[in-house]
Nanobody, 114 residues
Framework: QVQLVESGVGTVQPGGFLTLSCVVSGLTFAAYHIHWFRQAPGKEREFVASITALDSRANYRSSVNGRFTISRDNTYKTVYLQMNSLEPEDTGIYYC???????WGQGTQVTVSS
C-alpha cells in the first residue's frame, strides 16, 4: 500500500521559516519524482516545487523561487521542503504527490500570520 505522510504543520510570522517533510512508503522511492502542491482557502491547488528521481533536479513556482528549497533523502524515503522568508500568501495546506499517479498525502497546514 502506497502512503505519503506529510509533517511540519505550524504557524509562523512573516519572514519566518518552516520545514515540511513527506515520508513515502510502499514503493521504490528512489525511482520516483516527487512534487509539492499547496491549496489556499478558496483557491485551487497549485504546484509549488518538484524534485527528480535520479539526479534530484529541483524546479519551483516563480513566487517561491529563492525562498523555498526542495530536497530528498532516498535512504529515509523522505522529501523535504525548506521554506524561508515566509509570506502570508504562502498560507495553505501543503501536499506531497507522486506525479501522474493518484498518490497524495493527507496535507499539512501552514499558516503565515502576525
Amino acid at each position: 500500500q502506497v502512503q505519503l505522510v506529510e509533517s511540519g504543520v505550524g504557524t509562523v510570522q512573516p519572514g519566518g521559516f518552516l520545514t515540511l517533510s513527506c515520508v513515502v512508503s510502499g514503493l521504490t522511492f528512489a525511482a520516483y519524482h516527487i512534487h509539492w502542491f499547496r491549496q489556499a482557502p478558496g483557491k485551487e491547488r497549485e504546484f509549488v516545487a518538484s524534485i527528480t528521481a535520479l539526479d534530484s533536479r529541483a524546479n519551483y513556482r516563480s513566487s517561491v523561487n529563492g525562498r523555498f528549497t526542495i530536497s530528498r533523502d532516498n535512504t529515509y524515503k523522505t522529501v523535504y521542503l525548506q521554506m524561508n522568508s515566509l509570506e502570508p500568501e504562502d498560507t495553505g495546506i501543503y501536499y506531497c504527490n507522486i506525479p501522474l499517479t493518484e498518490y497524495w498525502g493527507q496535507g499539512t497546514q501552514v499558516t503565515v500570520s502576525s
